[in-house]
């Protein structure tokens, strides 16, 4: 149990800004199984967002609330996956192969292509909220927050890290291969919260995973794996196609 809590203030350590290096192991071992408790981080930083969205409410309009809330989950992450987002978005747009794709997000300036998907991801994120009925968007977003990360590290059990060979990439530490166990963990962290959200929420989980398989194709097809970028791209994307699936997929919950 306590080698179970080591790891998860490990991922907690790498995953956000919270001061907690000194209860966590970054030893290489404990550093590539940390990864298990990615969803669990979300749980965190979902709630960060969600305690920030229901104390504003009481003191700014709607609106301001939302955006207060977004703009706490980027504090609490330091931005790690609009960062992830906006370098695939370079590399992507720019990239004429695999070797160019994976130098431009290498490189740490941003380009054209990664402020306009910031915008456009914030911009959808930030409008999408606004629809949402404001007495479950608290629970929303832990739910997005946690759903999103577990799509994200579960391409560490099916894909191959595109970096492997490359002993410089900062995310080297944290890719080795998934296993059912590191998955089936993951997975309990990531759905849980949608099932506070109510049972007939699951079935989200049915267009998430086409979502996550066009992805798939997306990754194998320009990378033949996936990039810590990537994996930060894929986290934003759930996130923000899982509030706009309460939409659309359940417009009964609107009625």
Known sequence: MKKQITMFFTALAFYTRIPCYSLGNFSEEYTSKASRYFPLVGWIVG?????????????????IAILLSIISTILITGAFHEDGLADSCDGFGAGRDKEHILKIMKDSSIGTYGVIGLILMLSL?????LEIKPAIIPL?????HSISRFIAISFMFTHDYA????????SIVVTDRFNLIDLAIAGSFGILPIMLLGYSYLLL???IFFIRQLISIFLTKK???????????VQQIIEVSFYILI????????I
């Open 47 to 63: 709630g960060f967002g969600a305690a920030t969205y229901l104390l504003s409410s009481f003191i700014v309009p709607q609106p």
């Open 125 to 129: 994120k930030y409008l999408t909220l």
């Open 140 to 144: 929303a977003l832990i739910a997005a």
């Open 163 to 170: 970096r492997k060979n490359d002993s410089t990439s900062k």
């Open 205 to 207: 989980l049915i267009p």
């Open 223 to 233: 990378l033949d794996g996936y990039t810590g970028d990537s994996l930060g791209a």
């Open 247 to 254: 939409l659309v997929a359940l417009p009964w919950k609107y």
